[in-house]
């Protein structure tokens, strides 16, 4: 797995999309390797429970992570000046990762009714196995939702043109102060063209 602490420093960002977090095979390549396999080899079997339960450093499984999602993770991460990414495979995936990664038991979410169908699916049916409830409103196609936690209000995928709808609803429910916006992605077909805040 690839080290922070190897990102090379000093370098424009168009640079770090490049270099940042390469990694290559004992073959040496110029142009990194495109990792296409499902599984990888171990020399032990106690080598092998070790990367299953975690404890290692060790590739699993390429669905879950392999050397060309971890370089593309560092490379993103260097180019943002963050400590760490996560690439996922969708749209969908992010939403759930986003909301997820935001609320705890006893958090509520508070959603339109029209919002896009699996955003719904993931609100109404799998949340709730968390400790998560849920109040659908009334509202437009925007997938603007809010997730009202004991510290304060994290608003959702906020479409900005609807700012004063959105925060009317928020003080309708609660008088706690909004915390964070987040934007799961920008598009036009997931969140009504949700603009970064």
Known sequence: MIDPANRRSGLKPQSQLVHAGTTRSQ???TAEAITMTSGFVYQTAEEAES???NEGTRYVYSRFRNPTIAMFEERLAAFEGAPRCFGLATGMSAVFASLA???KVGDRIVAPHAMFGS???????ILPNY???YTMVEGTSSNSTFIITND????FDH???QSEQTFAAIRKLTNKPVKYLFSSHSAIDHSSGAWWA
């Open 119 to 125: 955003c719904t699916h993931i609100i109404k049916n």
């Open 152 to 155: 304060g209000v994290v608003v």
């Open 131 to 133: 400790g998560v409830t």
């Open 27 to 29: 073959a040496e390549e």
């Open 51 to 53: 990367a299953f339960v």
């Open 101 to 103: 990664a935001d609320i």
């Open 159 to 161: 479409y900005m043109p």
